[in-house]
């Protein structure tokens, strides 16, 4: 910015550019992206626009403005981000006038010829921008912390992409900039304003559910020390197997409600049917097979659940006809059901419970496997298992029980044993008298 060249740039258009990219930066829409916190904006708009209307240099200066932002930011910050967006847009108008783009308002001779440089712009800039960030996340250890599984890229990717749509506004906004000067970025810019208040209405109400939800887990998981963030982890494993399935993200969200409240319905069972580490009486047993059905009827009323009613309800069916609450056969099984089924049993075996030590995850795989086509779906396992070797498996870290012992093995309730133990019982077979979903919760 400092060695230009500035010949050629109107002053009033630069300052009034910038003021409009300050502002625009500054209502940014924060949204969850996949538990990561993210940022969507109009100002790419301007910056774009910028290139047209006043050049690589120009642009740089507009994006460079972003350290004036009006939010609460470290001078740290300010400085990369205003670096960030200097840089991307002097490289991005550089690709726009080698490819033959004019600077200056476009009139109606330049169309069509200047759409292809201004494209080419758009996706240099995004990826120049993209680049910056990615090393920024490298540098600070951010992309992948020890001890975690790898950050999810492809929601981040697919927010990159979206922000397209809005550059691609720039060359509007620098069209109509000649006819109505400063009012060209309101006409364009005005509707994206208002979809962005209402997707942020939206935000929020999906920040008031998860929030509900989690709560309700919580609720669940005071019952029992082992269980302390089975829920969540069900939801995680669950929302795993729906993506890779390819399920739309909405579907993905409401798979993730079920496998987070597939378990409300322990509420209604006794603590110490929950707690029990010896054999369960057939009574304890079928207040134990009441928990899907008990856990519909509290949450069927919530209208934004949807499909994760099915799910929660129908979770403990098994392929054979031998689940319950229904015996439902094969693909009689909602699909959600059978998604969670799987991520139920997965976290089950690979968390310790107070009959038996946790799983590795290698081991739970192969048992998985094993009644894959009995009781699972083998394409819900296979799900599972491509996901896991891509994403990781965060397990719990309870590794004693109180008091410093387990339950034994031949006396447990829907109980499978750890490896060497000498017990015969898996996840489709079990000691307890009519059991018949050993690996799964009680």
Known sequence: MLVGPYT??????????????????????????DVEEAGISPSSAVSLAAIVLVGPVGAAVVGFSSCLVLRRQGLVKRAFNGAQFALAAYAAGHVYLALGGTVGVPGQSDFPGIVTPYVAAVLAHTLFNSVLIGILMWCLGVARTAGSRPRRWRPLIALEVTSIGYQMLGLAIAAVWGAVGV????????????????????????????????????????????????????AEGSAMIAAELGMSAERVQK???AGMLHDIGKLGVP????????????????AIKLHPTRGYEIVREIRFLDEALAGIRHHHERLDGRGYPMGLV?????????????????????????????????????????????????????????????????TPDIAEPPGGCYGSPQQGADVVPAKGSG????????????????????
């Open 255 to 257: 798979i993730r409600y």
């Open 271 to 286: 603590t110490k049917v929950i707690q029990k580490t010896g054999k369960l009486t057939e009574d304890e047993y079928a």
């Open 8 to 33: 050629g740039i109107d002053l009033g258009t630069l300052v009034l550019i910038a003021v409009l990219f300050v502002v625009a930066e500054s209502i940014s829409t924060h949204v969850l992206v």
């Open 330 to 394: 094969g693909m009689e099984i909602p699909e959600s059901a059978r998604i969670i089924s799987v991520a139920d049993v997965f976290d089950c075996l690979t968390s310790t419970r107070s009959y038996r030590k946790a799983w590795s995850v290698e081991e739970a795989i192969a048992e998985l496997r094993r009644c894959a086509g009995t009781q699972f779906d083998p394409r819900m396992v296979e799900a599972l298992v491509r996901a896991v070797s891509r994403e990781g498996w965060q």
């Open 423 to 442: 017990g015969a019982v898996t996840v489709a077979e079990s000691t307890s008298a009519g059991a018949g979903t050993g690996g799964q919760d009680r």
């Open 183 to 234: 009012v060209a970025p309101l006409l364009v810019l005005l509707p994206l304003f208002i979809a962005r208040w209402t997707f942020g209405q939206q935000t929020a109400e999906v920040r008031a559910h998860e929030a509900t939800l989690a709560t309700l887990c919580q609720a669940v998981e005071t019952k029992d020390y082992y269980t302390r963030g089975h829920c969540m982890r069900v």
